[in-house]
């Protein structure tokens, strides 16, 4: 009906039909009989293909949704993850030039021409690729229930697996196979082969960009360390914020009991061991209840509307400051911003709804319905009646032996339903899945940054030992003037360091403006603390130490006749 805008709305058009060019006309009727547009609280009004429901920003009823912009995220950070690969293989190609470079000499000798050379270590690169490729299938498929878990959907990658697929990796293989092997094939193919034969090459082929490329690593992976860790504190605080109401041992159920047999069903469930409660209600704090909207002194008001029988005030330990008001079948409980919303004195005694005066009995402390992406609004609680129908049964229960007591309360409401089972879920549980897909975002993004981590870790391994190789006869004479190997030790450290300092400085603004254009989708947020730039910056660092430290104590512990016997 038109007093009803809680459900969603589909239609099929007729073939050859432009359904959407019809919204004007539909878009002037509501203005005239459709309360929520007569009203202006609605103004336009779209058509929304079917096909894009899923990932629609729009709320609808019924609807299973996920969100583009995290897919997107994720995304951008694969691509990240695979230009940290291709640094790495960049970085470790090159830092094998002295190997590679005696051999590019001999078969230059032996005729062979740069392209060829080129073409050589380009189609190494490819093959290198294809063989990733092969393993990260198996991984991918191995990996896939996982996934389905974290992204709450249904991948089934065995489908995609066609002709056109394999095409298409193939192209792509090619791609990164290119990008990945030509810089490294145009340094090695391009060494004089006197150079090498003269043991010069050495010292001509340091490369200072590939410092600039390990700090480019460590920029991904302090800024992916920190944002993990922020989405795993902004959980955390969604999951153990006080709602404002009793969580723990609290079950919702559907209600399909008729009316005139809730009390016995009441009295039935009370009976049993474990269970301290049970309320009868239309509308709760897990729900959201229904929505009631009216003209309150010229100024529309839209609140959330739960019916509720005494029991439920009880289990849910509401702080209520009763008003002074007569009691009154009529009469409701208003929360705090719903006395602000309506303009009343700190305690009413009453408010106006639809042209009638409503006895205000207590007021309730603010209480959150729904999730925390969006701030409290205002409640009104009115009294069960016992023509009112209750969509839901609460039941307390003592937390102890939970699953025998679950178990007798199912028992006996089978006897009320003629059998059918017992729709209901644990009002914690609900909460906690909530904010799933938080708690799954955290855990992706982690796993992302533990992978750059090791990808960063096996770079600067690598190219640590290619600069310590470089510095070997600076390492040996500053031995012979009598520097001690702690001395070298902190020189070639912080060589590295300094890279991962600037790291650090780039990471820390990229990585703030990210978590706070996430948090933006949150009404209430967790601190964004100092400190956790500063251990993730730490972490990384210690990281980087050990990963230089070993070669750099082999390095200046080194007998420095063996740096100098060829110099």
Known sequence: SYGNSSFGLYLMANPGTDLPSKAPLILEEFKKDYWIFKQGRAKILQFEPLSDVY?????????????????????????LILVLA????????????????????????????????????????????????????????????????????????????SLSFFLVSFAFLLLVGCISG?????????????????????????????????????????????????????????????PGFIKENLIKAVNEIPNNRRDALRDNLEGIAGVERVAFVAGSPVDGGNNQSWEHEGKPVSFQEFIVDSAFFQM??????????AYDRRGMYLNETAVKELELDTLPTSFRRYQ??????????????????????????GQMSPD?????????????????TVKMIEEAYKEFTGGIPMQFEFVDDTIKDWYKKEKNTA????????????????GIFAMSSYFIQQR??????????????????????????????LAFLLASPLSWFAINKWLQGFAYKADFPWWIFLFAGLAVTFIALLSVGGQSWHAASRNPVDSLRYE
Request: glycine share 6%; aromatic share 10%; charged share 20%.
């Open 316 to 325: 849910m330990e509401f702080e209520i400051t009763p008003t002074g008001a």
């Open 472 to 501: 070997m006869k600076d390492i040996g004479i500053r031995k012979v003037n009598g520097a001690q190997s702690l001395e070298i030790m902190r020189m070639l450290s912080t060589d590295f360091l300094k890279w991962v300092f």
């Open 356 to 381: 009638e005066e409503i006895p205000v009995l207590g007021v309730i402390r603010d209480f959150h319905y729904r999730n925390l992406y969006e701030p409290i609004g205002p409640v009104m609680i």
């Open 182 to 242: 030509l810089l490294p094939s145009l340094v090695i193919s391009r060494f004089n082969p006197v150079e090498v034969v003269k043991g010069s090459l050495r010292r001509k082929t340091k490369s200072h960009y590939s410092k600039a490329l390990i700090s480019f690593q460590y920029v991904i992976s302090i800024s992916l360390l920190i944002c993990t860790w922020m989405i795993a504190r902004q959980t955390s605080f969604l999951l153990n914020h006080d």
């Open 388 to 404: 009112r129908f209750a969509w839901s049964i609460f039941i307390k229960t003592a937390g102890h032996n939970t699953l025998h």
């Open 443 to 458: 855990k992706i993004v982690g796993y992302f940054a533990i992978l750059t981590i090791v990808i960063a870790i096996m």
């Open 55 to 79: 990932f629609s920003s729009k709320r609808s009823p019924g609807i299973q949704r996920n969100s583009k912009t995290l897919i997107m995220v994720f995304s951008v950070i694969v691509i």
């Open 86 to 161: 291709i640094i790495n293989y960049i970085n470790l190609t090159i830092s094998q030039a002295g190997f590679r470079g005696k051999e590019a000499a001999i078969r230059k000798i032996l005729g062979s021409s740069r392209k060829r050379l080129v073409r050589q270590f380009i189609s190494e690169s490819v093959a290198m690729c294809v063989i990733s490729f092969g393993i990260a299938l198996v991984l991918s498929l191995t990996a896939e229930p996982v996934f389905d878990k974290l992204l709450g959907t249904k991948l089934d990658l065995e489908q995609e697996l």
